[in-house]
């Protein structure tokens, strides 16, 4: 039985690094296990120009210290007034490398997101000329839309006439749930890929609801019924280029997520690449975790592979309940739990 496993660095297609002295505590999780990580931008307020991204970055820079060798690629946030020239001027200046589409009032830190696509339709002709990716939070707001279908409604709605209308636009649908999005995104063309989390390879929605009200398995989109859980094993363990890893890493404060409105996210960076594996372990695909981690990503982003390799052994790891991130407590994704491999550098 294979007792370690060498790969290619891996990066993170999808993390909340937040700001401040939340940073400077969340920030080496991530730096610590992967080379680059595409960071979002729903800090408060929003980062919505090209100077405010820049800023962002040298912050987290700084957090990191002089002796880091992350890169933190940014991304910039759309609202209904965002201008095409700042998008392709950001883009031109290797400020951000792709820019989020936020639905209004779909999660944390949307409220100045897109209320129509149609509002930004400059915005993203543009960035389909210019190769410039949309990250996509795939999820409908509107109140009569269950929460458990707003991903598949949003494909429908939203997604699909879209590309439809720009097939070449280059997206990724990030963070999929449902075996909606697996299929949408396997039958799309190739500039259409998607971001799979650990917590939705691992959990569906019981995780959240049986037993209690279980506010460290709540984040957005919301975990679904179990046969969609099993195809996004599928997806990400299936050699499949168009699906990447994309922990959407969103540390909240433990008093902020066990409240009686708790803020969704989960926070998995500590111990992403151990959570991943235990996956690609069950679902007998070892050989395909470097693909998944460290391959389709840079490809699609048209980024150069990572050099550098990093050891995971099968010696396991013990989750602790509580993580002190330069002062904040926060309740790790499985907390409490030993996961059966250990990441060594
Ligand atoms: O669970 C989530 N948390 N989903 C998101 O889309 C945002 C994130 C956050 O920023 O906390
Ligand atoms: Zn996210």
């Known amino acids: 039985m294979t007792q ?3 790969i290619r660095r891996p990066d993170d297609w999808h993390v909340h690094l937040r700001d401040g002295d939340l940073l400077t505590g969340v920030a080496p999780y991530t730096a610590r296990q992967f080379a680059r990580a595409i960071v979002m931008p729903n800090l408060a307020p929003p980062m919505t120009d090209v100077a405010g991204v820049a800023a962002y970055r040298d912050r987290i820079l700084a957090a990191l210290g002089p002796d880091s060798t992350f890169t933190p690629l940014m991304t910039l946030y759309l609202t209904d007034a965002t201008d095409p020239d700042e998008v392709a001027r950001g883009f031109a200046e290797q400020v951000f490398v792709a820019a989020k589409l936020y639905p209004a009032h779909a999660t944390t830190g949307s409220a100045h997101g897109v209320t129509d696509v149609a509002n930004i339709r400059g915005v993203l002709e543009r960035m389909a000329q210019i190769g410039m990716p949309l990250l996509v939070h795939g999820e409908v707001t509107h109140a009569e839309v269950d929460i458990f279908d707003r ?12 590309l439809r209308d720009l097939p070449e636009l280059k997206v990724v649908f990030e963070h999929v749930t449902t075996r909606e999005a697996v299929d949408f995104v396997l039958a799309s063309s190739a500039n259409v890929a998607a971001t799979i989390t650990p917590q939705h390879l691992h959990i569906n929605r019981n995780a959240m609801l049986v037993g209690g009200m279980r506010p460290h398995a709540y984040c957005l989109p919301v975990a679904k019924r179990e046969h969609h859980r099993l195809a996004l094993r599928s997806a ?7 699906f990447f890893l994309g922990t959407d890493t969103a540390p909240h404060a433990r008093h902020l997520k066990e409240a009686a409105c708790g803020c969704a996210g989960l926070f998995n960076a500590p111990f992403a690449l151990e959570s991943y594996l235990a996956v690609f372990e069950e679902e007998g695909a070892l050989d ?3 693909g998944f981690a460290s391959v389709n990503g840079p490809r699609f982003y048209g980024l150069p592979l990572n050099e550098e390799t990093v050891t995971l052994e099968r010696s396991g790891v013990q989750v602790p309940e509580l993580i002190d991130a330069n002062g904040t ?10 996961l059966n491999w250990r990441y060594l550098g």
């Open 288 to 290: 395909r975790f470097e």
């Open 329 to 338: 407590g926060i309740v790790p994704f499985h907390a409490g739990e030993r």
């Open 151 to 162: 991903e598949a409604v949003f494909i429908d709605a939203v997604l699909a006439p879209l």
């Open 4 to 6: 370690t496993l060498t």
């Open 236 to 242: 990400a363990t299936g050699g499949s280029t168009k």
